[in-house]
């Protein structure tokens, strides 16, 4: 079992920054995949961005490329999301979630999830 803790949410203003972070307890950290979804008001949950094990590989939506950043410290048990120039459509509760060991999307493949922490974006 993996436990999987997300912090860092809050209200921003439009154009600026958030970090998360998520921390996981139970298993070896760097034998899981690490993601993170997001769910806004009345949509279904949607893939940001995941890492591979030892970081070498990233993917992103294509509409957070180039403005949010994953990274992890496996030395911490911690994976992070950068989040910078913040849109209203980036509203949404974020969840990050562990899978090992190929990277992927599909979030039907991901065994373990976190709570949730809310982002608000206001203008």
């Known amino acids: 079992q993996v436990q999987l803790v997300e912090s860092g949410g809050g209200l921003v203003q439009t154009g600026g920054s958030q970090r998360l972070s998520c921390t996981a307890s139970g298993r070896t950290f760097s034998n899981y995949i690490l993601g993170w979804f997001r769910q806004a008001p009345g949509k279904e949950r949607e893939f940001v961005a995941a890492i591979s094990r030892y970081g070498s590989s990233t993917d992103y939506e294509d509409s957070v490329k180039g403005r949010f950043t994953i990274s992890r410290d496996n030395a911490k048990n911690t994976v992070y999301l950068q989040m910078n120039s913040l849109k209203s459509e980036d509203t949404a509760v974020y969840y990050c979630?562990?899978?090992?060991?190929?990277?992927?999307?599909?979030?039907?493949?991901?065994?373990?999830w976190g709570q949730g922490t809310q982002v608000t974006v206001s203008s």
């Open positions: 979630a562990a899978k090992g060991p190929l990277i992927t999307r599909e979030q039907a493949l991901y065994d373990y």
